[in-house]
């Protein structure tokens, strides 16, 4: 996907400067080859390779029509966790029948608007949803089907903020008591709620397989105990998403296709000990699937030696379009996208333009001697990036492109300074 001319780095063969001629920076940009390539994998590894399976594509990680557009080809369906991210999956076509609502706090607007929508999958987080979705699926005289989230007890993720399989989480029904078994049992008697099975999800920018095969092993388990206490019989199992991926370039990564076959190898086992038919299975990848294809190009600007101290090198952007080193220590592989064939020579803190010392996008980073007007290449930003870019300072959300075979072609546009106002009210009185 990287390649250099000369002192230039190209990107699926488009080079930095002409990028920025064109569109100026920050400038999202996506590999369509290197997207293309990690959905061929679900497809190859998981979904063709195994009967009875189903892939949703984790919205949140990057919800626009042009990667929608892609999943769609690839025999994907999509996850989405807010009426935007409905919205947006049906404006870029994606269509009801494979959009999959979830969420741990759905509104009565959320449901009615999936409902009016056409959509019927739904993985449901409490009891309040239970008798929601019921209610409301009468009303609007709709069969829906759900699978109830369970907290997994195993725990797994990069950080804090994206662990989500233990016990002390607000998401999914506990397991560590009965409620997940009143949740069963609630649902099988809820009108218009075609229970097909469970769901969990253990944490995000997962390293080790064994999580995932340890998730399928409790899984399995609660199966196993959801037929002996409610003579239900699992028919799906969705083990979520939280396949990691490598950020700098030292970084281990998760084998993704190695990793469902020992999936794959351990549900066959589990259920096979405990004479349970095997269940569909679904995986819900969202970071694995976008993070690598993407990269953020600034252009430098000042450069200060605070003498003793160190070196901070500014960019055009920072926590406005990468909020993650900010949120989760997160780190990223910066280079020098002008200066190829330099040496690296500068211990750098790489940090945005925003007004406050936590707008880092590196605090050490090893790049050639930069001056003003150099461009910078942070890798890795497909996922949780654009997603999560703000306006704050009232700094425009930047432009994304994708490239592919020398060629580039704009699929968001820059916002503007009309963008920054357009919801504003001027003028009334109270
Ligand atoms: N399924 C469920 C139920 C989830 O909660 C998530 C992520 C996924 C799938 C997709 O996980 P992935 O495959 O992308 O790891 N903003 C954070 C990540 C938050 C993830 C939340 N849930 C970050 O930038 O690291």
């Known amino acids: 996907m990287y390649t250099t001319n000369q ?10 400067r002409e990028l920025q001629a064109t569109y100026g920076t920050p400038l999202y940009i996506m590999s369509e080859p290197e997207l293309e390539r990690r959905l061929g994998i679900v497809q190859n590894a998981f979904l063709d390779k195994y009967p009875n399976t189903y892939a949703l594509y984790a919205s949140k ?9 892609k999943v769609m080809a690839a025999g994907l369906s999509v996850d989405v966790v807010s009426r935007g991210e409905m919205y947006v999956a049906l404006h ?5 029948e494979r959009i999959h609502v979830h969420g741990s706090n759905k509104t009565i607007l959320d449901i009615t608007y999936a409902l009016e929508q ?4 739904f993985t449901i987080d409490n009891m309040r949803e239970i008798s929601l979705l019921s ?3 009468a009303e609007y005289n709709r069969e829906v089907d759900v699978l109830l989230r369970i907290v997994p007890q195993v725990v797994g993720g990069a950080h804090a903020a994206i662990q989500t399989g233990g016990v002390d989480t607000k998401f999914g029904f506990p397991t560590h008591d009965d409620t997940y078994l009143d949740a069963i049992r609630t649902t099988l008697e809820a009108e218009h709620l075609q229970l097909k099975g469970i769901h969990c999800h253990v944490g995000s920018q997962i390293q080790d397989p064994t999580l995932f095969i340890n998730t399928v092993k409790t899984m399995v388990r609660f199966m196993d105990t959801i037929r002996q206490e409610t003579g239900y019989t699992t028919d799906v199992l969705n083990i979520g998403g939280g396949f990691g991926v490598a950020y700098l370039d030292e970084d281990e990564y998760l084998d993704f296709a ?6 794959m190898e351990t549900l066959v086992e589990e259920v096979e000990a405990r004479e349970l038919p095997l269940p569909k299975i679904g995986i819900e990848p969202g970071r694995w699937l976008v993070a690598n294809a993407g990269a953020t190009l600034y252009e430098v600007g000042t450069v200060k030696e605070v003498s003793g101290v160190r070196t901070f090198v500014s960019v055009d952007g920072g926590m406005t379009d990468n909020i993650r080193p900010a949120l989760y220590d997160a780190e990223y592989e910066v280079v020098a996208a002008t200066r190829m064939n330099e040496e690296k020579t500068l211990e750098a803190k790489i940090v945005g333009a925003c007004c406050e010392s936590g707008d880092i996008i590196s605090n050490r980073s ?3 001697p930069v001056t003003p007007g150099d ?3 942070v890798k890795a930003t497909g996922a949780y990036n654009f997603s999560m870019a703000s306006n704050y300072n009232q700094m425009l959300r930047p432009a994304v492109v994708f490239v592919k075979d020398g060629a580039h072609r704009l699929v968001v546009r820059r916002q503007t300074f009309e963008d920054l106002v357009a919801c504003e009210v001027i003028g009334q009185s109270t």
């Not at 990107?11 to 930095?16: A, C, L, P, T």
């Not at 870029?92 to 009801?96: I, R």
């Open 118 to 121: 056409g959509i019927t999958h």
């Open 7 to 16: 002192s230039e780095c190209l990107i699926e063969g488009v080079s930095v």
């Open 61 to 69: 990680a990057l919800s626009i029509a042009a990667v929608y557009e």
């Open 366 to 368: 090893l790049i050639p």
């Open 135 to 137: 209610g409301l699926a």
């Open 258 to 263: 190695q990793t469902m076959e020992q999936v």
């Open 375 to 377: 461009l910078l290449l």
């Open 92 to 96: 870029a076509g994606v269509p009801a």
